[in-house]
């Protein structure tokens, strides 16, 4: 079993800052990928940004230079380091991890950007 924990959602102004963790209960590295999707009202949940066991990342293309994921495997900790953010990245932003096959997810956390 594998137990995610989101935190650091919280509401910003157009143009800041937020970083994102989530806590796992397994070493990021036993993930075959471990990362951010995000949901906002009345659409589909999207995949933001996932890193591999083998450190490769991929992101959405509306994140790309601002958004970063990364880990910490000591501490089993993954982050999504937010800059620049627009309103339109408004949503409910979950961790996902994939561990032997099969999906996790976290309770979520909000992220709000006003103009």
């Known amino acids: 079993q594998v137990q995610l924990v989101e935190s650091g959602g919280g509401l910003v102004q157009a143009g800041g800052s937020l970083r994102l963790s989530c806590a796992a209960s397994r070493g990021s590295f036993e993930f075959n990928t471990i990362g951010w999707y995000r949901q906002a009202p009345g659409k589909q949940r999207d995949m933001v940004a996932i890193i591999s066991r083998s450190g490769s990342t991929n992101y959405i293309d509306s994140v790309k230079g601002r958004f970063t994921i990364s880990r910490d495997n000591a501490q089993s900790t993954v982050y999504l380091q937010m800059n620049s953010l627009k309103p339109e990245d408004t949503a409910v932003y979950y961790c996902?991890?994939?561990?032997?096959?099969?999906?996790?997810w976290g309770q979520g956390t909000q992220v709000t950007v006003s103009s």
């Open positions: 996902n991890a994939d561990w032997f096959g099969k999906n996790y």
